[in-house]
């Protein structure tokens, strides 16, 4: 069982990053995914999350109206499409798998 996420890299603020998050070993189709992040020296948070079928999302207000969750049952993949970057969205930015699966993480730096 296993998460790999991609597609984070250095973005100037305003600038957009497209990550994505490839399930190994069981099939998304089943459950709720979600984005967490957690920046240097504060505590991880949720950003987005996805029922099962893509039909409900739900997002952290710092990212509302910027950040868009998906899916693809049929690739087993689920994305995070992040617009008009800011600085403070700089993290390490995980996907995760309930109940206990998390990826190993991809850096996203919002710098000038």
């Known amino acids: 069982v296993q998460l790999v996420e991609s597609g984070g890299g250095v973005v100037q603020p305003g600038g957009s990053l497209s990550l994505s998050c490839v399930a190994s070993g069981f099939t998304i189709s089943w459950t709720a995914m979600s984005w967490y992040r957690q920046a240097p020296g504060k505590e991880r948070e949720l950003v987005a999350s996805i029922s099962n079928g893509g039909g409900s999302t739900n997002y952290a207000d710092s990212v509302k109206g910027r950040f868009t969750i998906s899916r693809d049952n049929s690739k087993n993949t689920v994305y995070l499409q992040m617009n008009s970057l800011k600085l403070e969205d700089t993290a390490v930015y995980y996907c995760?798998?309930?109940?206990?699966?998390w990826g190993q993480g991809t850096q996203v730096t919002v710098s000038s």
């Open positions: 995760f798998a309930p109940p206990i699966t």
